[in-house]
């Protein structure tokens, strides 16, 4: 006799159904697992051997094997156990097999028969309907999570017994479910707390509205980490939509804190010494990486120029098409990489170069060296690029409060409003995911624009692209002016923020 | 009752049960330099090889478990030692494991077919 159970495993960001079938014969003790499983799933055999003994069910002494079918893909993580010891307690005769009809079971088995929390429930559960489940079993720490898909029931239970119980007559354990609380956008660092700098606020205000990547270049106190810290307050909520793909991501690298859909954009700054595999995603099987992370979010990359080079331009092709494709021996994914990035630098070395107060230390070799560790390619694909002055002491003695980030973000959200309900027939909803065809489609320019634009254009020497993003910085100030006219004061302000001395 | 005398007392027990089941005992403790056969037996026109697991109470697991891949595949090249040594003829071999479990109110006693070779 053949026992079968359903299960799921992740492949990026894909769900695939697992069928699980089992067979005991006669023979020496043997439990062996195929249809390639990792060795996560490897080790299944001995926690199901061990929950299913301190669970006081008898372990059948035969010679066990347990297919996962499709054959071919490759099951990782430990969210296969259940299944496993639900289809050998079918074969047992413990369970009757149409008990089990229409379930899907997750969940991570420990030794003792507890059910541990597993990684990618959320989208599993969103799949369901697409595989014909009618009910999906998982372990009661993942139950909200499960139930945020909304679309199939879903029970949680805490341990085998229970599982097994209730296969049986039916009852489910009592469910335990924490009441789904909002979260608010919090940061630790408000605008109203940063003395001076209106114009950095100004441009991360235009990059919040649009979604451009921001370059902020100062001495050191200028206060250019402490903006970017704060940048996340200005931001507005996620829609749902942009919530349910965070928060698949998120589920399956397993950050998803308990119960909650992420409504609030990430905000990822990782370390400069992190790996090109880190930064974009990896692994023999591919792992999301921080752009993944930051998905319709911010990565902020502080020190831009201490990164690794090869790190640095790995971020080329995500900046361009908002996806990721990581090939490796076991397959290829794609994740999805739509976010801001924002990076700050010093001028140079010591970090004064072109400071009003201090005098820099570097010879001009030096300064060469340390800028041509960000390539032109990088620096093309950063829409707004912005030098920083010191604060002068008059500003710091300021005692008045700068406007709250709270204030920024309704401006913010207004813009974003105007936008996506412009591009309410596009696949995106801002304007830095405009591409050439939709900037023609879109724009609305007057004539004094167009001609400041070429006259820019030509004497900054820009390419295509940059020429490209100049529009689009002055469609996202033009929107913040409550515009969707780009006037010549909006592409005046937007070649500002081309104007840069670092490419000199 | 030592680990060495329960081993004996257990392959006692089982030559006596596999009498009664038709199975004649050809030699017993074959030694071969890789280790030793228990029990070699003979039943119809077959020639079995049988290992025998003794235990008392069934905390630490069943004996059938303590064949372990590495025991099984000393056992099988002793087999072969045999073979190479002995010649009568008898088709099928069998490979046996004979469990022995000592329970406070009965001793329970299984056969487990490991491998069955068909020479033609």
Redesign the interface.
């Known amino acids: 006799m053949i026992a079968k159970t359903f299960s799921a495993t992740n492949w990026g960001m894909e769900v695939i159904p697992v069928e699980v079938e089992v067979e005991i014969s ?4 043997n439990f062996i697992i195929v249809g390639l499983p990792d060795q996560a799933v490897q080790e299944s055999t001995e926690r199901v051997r061990s929950a299913l003994k301190n669970m006081g069910m008898a372990f059948p ?1 035969g010679r066990i094997v347990i297919n996962m079918a499709p054959a071919d893909l490759r099951k990782k993580g430990p969210n296969l156990d259940l299944s496993v010891a639900i289809a050998i307690l079918i074969h047992e005769g413990v369970i009757s097999a149409k008990q089990v009809n229409g379930r899907l079971f997750i969940g991570e088995l420990s030794l003792s028969g507890e059910l541990r929390s597993v990684e990618g429930v959320l989208p599993i559960a969103l799949s369901l309907p697409n595989h014909h489940v009618s009910e999906i079993i998982v372990p009661m720490a993942n139950l909200e999570e499960a139930r945020l898909a909304r679309k199939v029931p879903s029970l949680g239970f805490n341990n085998l017994q229970e599982v097994v119980s209730f296969l049986k007559d039916g009852i489910p354990p009592e469910q335990i479910i924490d009441t789904i609380v909002d979260s608010d956008i919090t940061t630790e660092i408000d605008f109203t707390d940063i003395k001076g700098q209106p114009l950095a606020k100004r441009v991360l205000e235009i990059s919040g509205a649009g979604g451009h990547n921001t370059l902020l270049v100062g001495s050191p106190g200028s206060g250019k980490t402490l903006l970017c810290r704060a940048y996340p307050g200005i931001l507005p909520i996620l829609t749902e939509g942009e919530s349910i793909e965070v928060s698949k991501i998120f589920s399956i690298a397993g950050y998803l804190k308990k119960g909650k859909l992420i409504n609030i954009p990430p905000f990822r700054s990782p370390h400069h010494t992190i790996s090109t595999i880190g930064l974009i995603g990896g692994g023999s099987i591919p792992k999301p990486g921080e752009i993944t992370l930051s998905h319709r979010g911010v990565l902020f990359m502080d020190e831009l120029t201490e990164f690794k080079r090869e790190a640095l331009e790995a971020l080329r092709q995500p900046l361009e098409s908002s996806t990721v494709t990581i090939a490796r021996a076991s397959g290829s994914l794609t994740y999805p990489s739509k976010f801001i990035l924002l990076s700050a630098i010093n001028p140079c070395p010591c970090g004064y170069y072109g400071d009003t107060i201090k005098d820099c230390r570097c010879s001009p070799g030096e300064i060469k060296k340390y800028r041509s560790k960000i390539s032109g390619p990088i620096l093309d694909r950063i829409d707004l690029h912005l030098e920083m002055p010191s604060l002068k002491i008059e500003e710091l003695k300021e005692t008045g409060n700068a406007e709250p980030s709270s204030e920024v973000r309704k401006r913010v959200e207004k813009a974003r409003k105007i936008q996506r309900e412009r591009y309410k027939d596009e696949k995106f909803s801002l304007n830095s995911e405009l591409n050439p065809r939709t900037i023609k489609k879109y724009l609305d320019i007057t004539r004094e624009g167009k001609q400041l634009l070429e006259m820019g254009a030509r004497r900054l020497g820009l390419t295509g692209r940059a020429y490209d993003k100049v529009i689009k910085v002055a469609m996202t100030i033009g929107n913040l002016n409550n515009s969707t006219t780009v006037r010549s004061e909006h592409i005046g302000e937007a070649l500002t923020y081309r104007e840069s001395t670092f490419y000199e | 009752m030592n680990k060495k005398e329960l081993g004996k007392w257990g392959e006692d027990y089982a030559l006596t049960k596999l009498k009664k089941e038709g199975y004649s005992l050809i030699v017993r403790n074959f030694t071969s330099p890789y280790g030793e056969l228990d029990l070699v037996m003979k039943k119809d026109r077959s020639l079995c090889f049988v290992e025998v697991k003794t235990k008392r109470g069934l905390e630490f697991g ?1 004996p ?2 303590e ?1 372990t891949e590495k025991k ?1 595949n000393h056992i099988k090249k002793a087999v072969l030692y045999y073979l190479n040594r002995n010649s009568n003829n008898l088709n099928p071999i069998f490979l046996y ?1 004979a469990e022995v479990i000592i329970l406070p109110e009965e001793i329970k006693f299984e056969l ?3 491998v069955k070779i068909h020479d033609s």
């Open positions: 006669k023979g020496l003790p002494p | 069943l059938r478990e064949v099984l494991v487990i077919q490991v």
